[in-house]
């Protein structure tokens, strides 16, 4: 079945440690984000990309980075200068990025506790 | 000025019982879709409908549907005759035309429960 796979479910980071999430879709879709959810926060975009080799900034970037060197694959890496990185994370994707009437599909999350 | 608003942090809802969950948007755009998600306790983030700006009908999918009310900038969603599966966190989400390339924007949600 397609769909998003995110990796790993549950992550623990030392302070000063960077670490990467991964998400991969074989949905064949050209768009994917990532967001991050606090708790009561609803959804907050980190980065998105329309196409392989190209992505852009969403409202929340500072100390989150990512790569798109393959339609299937956008992991975010988050590094050492994201100061409260404990937080659940979403990654998505989209069939028609330029389209208002084409949701989203979702991975089902990893969960980063800082330790 | 937050883009989608939901007010209600909670609702309480009792079985069988049919219950709305309101949310108001802001846009400048004559073209944009608005979404409703569902997330249960395990994170997953369930599609549930989708309205069009356009479209002259409210949706509809099985005991979901949306009341659009295009003046008023609101798209509540309306659960009917619920169910313990609907306990969850719901969220509202829009997408807009001239800012088709950029992502959807959440609400931050609302948690409904229901008891039996």
């Known amino acids: 079945d397609g769909g998003i796979t995110q990796s790993p479910k549950y992550l623990f980071r030392k302070e000063g440690q960077n670490v990467t999430l991964s998400c991969e879709q074989n949905?064949?879709?050209?768009?994917m984000y990532w967001y991050r959810q606090d708790p009561g926060q609803g959804l907050r975009l980190i980065y998105y990309?329309?196409?392989?080799?190209?992505?852009q900034k969403g409202d929340i970037a500072e100390g989150y980075s990512v790569s798109r060197e393959k339609k299937e694959s956008f992991p975010l890496t988050v590094t050492s200068a994201q100061k409260n990185p404990t937080a659940f994370y979403l990654c998505?994707?989209?069939?028609?990025?330029?389209?208002?009437?084409?949701?989203?599909?979702f991975g089902s999350g990893t969960r980063l506790t800082v330790v | 000025a937050q883009k989608i608003t939901q007010t209600q942090p909670g609702m309480f809802v009792q079985e069988k019982e049919a219950v709305t969950l309101d949310c108001t948007y802001d846009?400048?755009?004559?073209?944009?879709?608005l979404f409703w998600y569902k997330q249960p306790s395990s994170g997953e983030m369930i599609f549930l409908i989708y309205?069009?700006?356009?479209?002259?009908q409210n949706a509809t999918e099985g005991r979901y549907s949306l009341n659009f009310q295009k003046a008023r900038k609101s798209a509540n969603l309306v659960i009917s005759a619920s169910q313990l599966g609907d306990s969850a966190m719901y969220f509202c989400?829009?997408?807009?035309?001239?800012?088709?390339?950029?992502?959807?924007?959440f609400g931050k949600g609302t948690t409904l429960s229901v008891s039996s």
């Open positions: 949905l064949n879709h050209d768009a």
């Open positions: 309205q069009g700006s356009y479209d002259q």
């Open positions: 990309s329309q196409i392989v080799n190209d992505f």
């Open positions: 846009t400048s755009d004559p073209s944009y879709g």
């Open positions: 998505a994707s989209n069939e028609k990025w330029d389209r208002v009437n084409y949701g989203y599909t």
């Open positions: 989400a829009m997408r807009e035309d001239q800012e088709a390339g950029t992502a959807l924007i």
